[in-house]
């Protein structure tokens, strides 16, 4: 079977059997014209001299020509399909994608709040004098004092707040407890929330409430992150989970142990934790960039 003949009759496949999208196919098929003049360029005429090797040598010319390894995965799974099809056709017998690995796809780094405008949310007049501005710059604090998720956020109760030890039960991911502690003034900061809070007709036990007493949902929560956050900060994204992201990296900043955060993060390996070093590591370059006399020189004689 020549290469072109097996290609038409892959796509014909995914349009008629498969019912892939008209997008799909034109991607498919931009990929597999590629990979056929390779074949032709290198004197290959038939799909069953193709070879591991022959697939190899593909790849690589992508990766020094510049292609992402995002690019070059998506060009690796059109062609592990179309030589599934045709081992199911016994076009060919050997599985010649086997041997081939996947691109590395490096590991984005968390989004972060600057401490300077993060530290804006301590601003009385930001927040509105009522029980919604009381409740969302508590709520705001305590995804920045505490690192919890937004879903943790959610299942806070008045009962998992112990004033006395200064500490917040939080239920993470499969149902696990962890014990948080706060500051002095977070705790008083809550008082003052649920003082207003109790004044409501009826309420939900739930800590975070809409003006009707009825607890928040998530969607609520992102839009009050949003609301404010989109104002003090110019991060490359604004959410809830960027204050998670912000809480690690200023607690490695200031030479917490990466154990104790991972405890306080709720994280079930320290891998998950480990991220964050890197984050630190990138924020130690820009500083010394932006500090060192060394540099400012450099910056000066330009």
């Given at each position: ?27 498919y ?8 003049r ?53 076009w ?17 780094l ?15 007049d ?18 920045y ?5 937004r ?11 112990d ?13 696990k407890?962890r ?17 207003l809070?109790?004044?409501?007709p009826?309420?939900d036990?739930?800590?975070?409430v ?6 928040i ?6 839009t ?32 917490a ?17 480990e ?13 010394y ?8 020189n ?5």
């Amino acid at each position: 079977m020549k290469p072109a003949s097996a290609i038409k009759a892959y796509l014909d496949y995914l349009a008629t059997e498969q019912r892939r999208s008209d997008n799909t196919i034109s991607t498919y098929r931009i990929i597999f014209d590629d990979f056929e003049r390779y074949l032709t360029a290198h004197d290959i005429k038939s799909v069953a001299d193709i070879t591991s090797h022959d697939i190899r040598n593909w790849q690589v010319g992508h990766t020094e020509a510049g292609d992402s390894p995002n690019t070059i995965l998506k060009r690796l799974t059109a062609l592990r399909s179309w030589f599934t099809y045709m081992r199911r056709q016994r076009w060919m017998k050997q599985d010649v994608m086997a041997k081939i690995s996947n691109p590395k796809r490096p590991r984005p780094l968390p989004v972060f709040f600057r401490e300077k405008e993060v530290e804006k949310i301590y601003n009385a007049d930001l927040f509105a004098d009522t029980f919604e501005g009381c409740r969302d710059k508590l709520l705001l604090r305590i995804l920045y004092e505490t690192g919890i998720r937004r879903s943790e956020v959610l299942g806070l109760t008045e009962a998992g707040v112990d004033f006395n030890a200064l500490t917040i039960k939080v239920l993470g991911k499969r149902n696990k407890e962890r014990i948080i502690p706060i500051e002095e003034e977070l705790a008083r900061s809550i008082r003052e929330y649920l003082q207003l809070k109790h004044q409501l007709p009826q309420y939900d036990q739930k800590l975070f409430v809409n003006g009707n007493g009825c607890a928040i949902n998530s969607g609520k929560v992102y839009t009050i992150v949003r609301k404010y956050m989109t104002l003090l900060s110019n991060a490359d994204r604004i959410s809830p989970h960027v204050f998670r992201h912000t809480f690690a990296t200023q607690m490695l900043n200031e030479g917490a142990n990466i154990n104790a955060i991972k405890e306080l993060l709720g994280h079930a390996s320290l891998n998950a934790t480990e991220i964050y070093t890197h984050v630190t590591r990138e924020h130690l370059k820009e500083v010394y960039k932006h500090a060192h006399p060394r540099e400012l020189n450099k910056k000066n004689n330009l």
